[in-house]
C-alpha cells in the first residue's frame, strides 16, 4: 500500500518595502531610498550595481554645469513603412516622447567635460529599447559634424537593442552612415570615445560603438550582437555564463577598460587629456 507523506508549504510572502520612494537592487535586494540612489548616480551602495540611468541624468553628470548645448533637437522620424505591429509606429512613438520626455533615442548636445570642449552623445534604453533609426543615426551624424567644425572630442554613451525594426533598411542604412562619421572625424585628427552601458547590442554594437579610439565599459553590462539562447542555437554551442559581459570582453580585448559610473567623468576627462597631449592624429585607434 502506498504510503504518502504530507508536506506542509510555507508561502514566501515578498519582501515588504520601506515607507517612502526608493528601488531595490536586483543584486543584493537592499532597499534605497530615492536621495541615496540619485546620490550615488545610480549605483547601489551595497554591491555597486548599476541601475538603468536615463539620457538627460548622464548628461548632468558628464556636462560641466552651464556649459551644455542641445542640438540636432528639431529631427522627427517619419514613418516610410507604415509600418504597423500591434500598434502604428507613430503612436509607439509618441508613447516614447510622452514617457522619456525625449524626442529621440539618441540626446546630443555640446558642452565642456572637466573644462575641455566636447561633442557628447548619449543614447536612452527608455525611449524604443534605445533602438537606431534614421533619427538616431541623422543626430549622431550631426553631432560628429559639431565636433569637426569646433575640432573637440566625441564621446557616446551606447545603451541600445539595435536597429530600430520599424524603419527597416533605413535603420540598417544608418549603420554605414555612423561609421562613416566616425572615419571623416578620425581625418580630421579629433579623439572618439565610446561608453558602452547596459546592454549594448545589434546593429550600434556592430558600427560606431566599438570602432572608437578608446571604448569603455560600466561594470556588469551586456554587449553582444545576439541574445545567448541565437547564438547558441545557431552555433550548437553552449556559451559561458558571463559571455558578452563587461568583464569578459575586457578579458578578451573588446574594451580597453571597464569603469565604475562613479569614476566615469573623471576617467574620461583623463583619457580626453592624454589624447590631446599625446599629439593624437586621429588614426592611432582606427
Not at 526608493?22 to 536621495?35: D, K, N
Not at 516614447?96 to 570642449?117: D, S
Request: one cysteine or more.
Amino acid at each position: 500500500m502506498a504510503k504518502y507523506v504530507t508536506v506542509q508549504v510555507t508561502k514566501k510572502e515578498p519582501p515588504v518595502e520601506p515607507a517612502g520612494e526608493g528601488e531595490r537592487c536586483r543584486r543584493c535586494q537592499s532597499f534605497i531610498p530615492a536621495a541615496h540612489l540619485e546620490a550615488s548616480l545610480r549605483v547601489c551602495p551595497e554591491c555597486g550595481y548599476h541601475f538603468v540611468m536615463s539620457a538627460p541624468a548622464r548628461i548632468a553628470q558628464l556636462g560641466d554645469r552651464g556649459t551644455v548645448h542641445f542640438v540636432a533637437q528639431g529631427l522627427r522620424a517619419g514613418d516610410p513603412l507604415e509600418f504597423v505591429d500591434l500598434r502604428p509606429y507613430p503612436e509607439r512613438l509618441s508613447q516614447a516622447q510622452i514617457e522619456t520626455g525625449l524626442t529621440e533615442g539618441l540626446a546630443a548636445v555640446e558642452c565642456e567635460m572637466g573644462g575641455k570642449p566636447t561633442a557628447l552623445g548619449v543614447m536612452d534604453f527608455r525611449f524604443l529599447g534605445g533602438s537606431m533609426g534614421s533619427v538616431v543615426g541623422e543626430t549622431f551624424r550631426r553631432l560628429a559634424e559639431s565636433a569637426v567644425s569646433r575640432k573637440t572630442p566625441l564621446v557616446i554613451v551606447a545603451a541600445s537593442g539595435g536597429a530600430r525594426m520599424q524603419e527597416g533598411l533605413y535603420s540598417l542604412m544608418q549603420m554605414a552612415k555612423t561609421v562613416v562619421s566616425v572615419q571623416i572625424l578620425g581625418e580630421a585628427g579629433l579623439p572618439f570615445i565610446s561608453v558602452l552601458t547596459h546592454p549594448t547590442t545589434g546593429g550600434v554594437l556592430a558600427s560606431f560603438a566599438t570602432i572608437a579610439d578608446i571604448i569603455i565599459a560600466e561594470p556588469g553590462a551586456v554587449m553582444r550582437f545576439a541574445g545567448a539562447r541565437v547564438i547558441e542555437q545557431t552555433t550548437r554551442e553552449k556559451l559561458p555564463p558571463d559571455f558578452g559581459s563587461s568583464e569578459s570582453q575586457l578579458a578578451h580585448g573588446q574594451v580597453d577598460m571597464v569603469v565604475d559610473r562613479r569614476q566615469l567623468k573623471d576617467t574620461l576627462v583623463r583619457c580626453l587629456g592624454f589624447l590631446s597631449d599625446s599629439g593624437f592624429d586621429g588614426h592611432a585607434g582606427r
